[in-house]
């Protein structure tokens, strides 16, 4: 195994324009509580490469931690990139089998509507397709049906016990693959939601 150059990553300020329509006013945190994450992440291709989350300033230390720790695991990681490169939409963005986290959006659940914990940039959602949401009988991404049988482990999954998992949880975060109803493998959060 080639060796990595060294995890590098910085933590920038985020502007509106930036954001693009991953953001509007009135949504329940503004540009100037967001921060731009860059960290270095090893692809399915065994190299090292960068990529770019927005995330509450609030969390981007764990941020850093984490995928520092993710990087020395040489957990494999598609693609990262924000939202707004995908005109903000959830959808397009996991079908992409992208690495993400704040995007101004309600939650994907039944029950009433509410915000996402996305929406305050303390989530990140990881390789999509390799760890789908299942919600009232769909899967979302549609892609991420060739990976609901958990027992049949894959690079890039988040299972229980995995490194994805105890890197999070690490920092404190929680796993939404402990939802029993409603499983989010791709879900990691600060406040569990």
């Not at 100037?32 to 960068?50: C, I, K, P």
């Not at 915000?115 to 892609?143: C, F, K, M, Q």
Request: aromatic share 10%; proline share 7%.
């Amino acid at each position: 195994m080639a060796a990595l150059p060294p995890f590098h990553a910085s933590v920038a300020p985020v502007t509106a324009a930036q954001l693009g329509a991953s953001w509007r006013p009135g949504c329940p945190v503004g540009p100037e509580q967001l921060r731009v994450v860059r960290v270095s992440y090893v692809g399915f291709d065994g190299r090292a490469h960068t990529g770019a989350l927005v995330v509450n300033r609030s969390v981007s230390n764990d941020v850093q931690v984490a995928f520092r720790r993710l990087y020395a695991a040489r957990f494999p990681i598609r693609r990262m990139e924000p939202v707004a490169r995908f005109g903000g939409s959830d959808d397009r963005s996991m079908a992409a089998d992208n690495t993400s986290a704040f995007n101004c959006r309600y939650a994907v659940a039944p029950g009433p509507k509410r915000w996402s914990v996305h929406a305050y940039g303390e989530a990140i959602d990881v390789n999509t397709v390799e760890n789908p949401y299942l919600e009232g009988g769909r899967v979302l991404p549609p892609a991420g049906r060739a990976f609901t049988n958990r027992a049949r482990r894959r690079r890039g999954m988040a299972v229980a016990g995995g490194v994805l998992v105890r890197v999070f949880a690490s920092v404190g975060w929680l796993w939404g693959g402990r939802w029993t109803a409603s499983p989010d493998w791709q879900h990691f959060s600060k406040t569990g939601g």
